[in-house]
Nanobody, 127 residues
């Protein structure tokens, strides 16, 4: 059973930074890709960033230039470095994965691109 555990959320003032981490266990294949999503109260879950099997990445327009997705294969961990945070970034952040090969799709990640999900970590940005 694939399991994902997020960490690193917290409260920060606008303009600040946070780095989220998501550790994945239970994978059976060697090819996979990972993504970060977020969901604010009363809003739909939206894709933030994804990193693919070939190392390419996609970002939502709202976070381009501020957020960076990366992974450490040795630690089975994907990161989301978030800089210049805004109150609009306040949300529960989730990581997700799907096994298989893929490369960047030149669009924000979508929920149906992924099969397995973590429980989320809260990010709160105050003005």
């Amino acid at each position: 059973q694939v399991q994902l555990v997020e960490s690193g959320g917290g409260s920060v003032e606008a303009g600040g930074s946070l780095k989220l981490a998501c550790t994945v266990s239970g994978r059976t294949g060697s090819k996979y890709y990972l993504g970060w999503f977020r969901q604010a109260p009363g809003k739909e879950r939206e894709g933030v960033a994804a990193i693919f099997t070939d190392g390419t990445a996609d970002y939502a327009d709202s976070v381009k230039g501020r957020f960076t997705i990366s992974e450490d294969n040795a630690k089975n961990t994907v990161y989301l470095q978030m800089n210049s945070l805004k109150p609009d970034d306040t949300a529960m952040y989730y990581c997700a994965t799907r096994e298989g090969y893929s490369s960047a799709r030149q669009r924000a990640p979508r929920i149906n691109d992924f099969d397995f999900w973590g429980q989320g970590t809260q990010v709160t940005v105050s003005s």
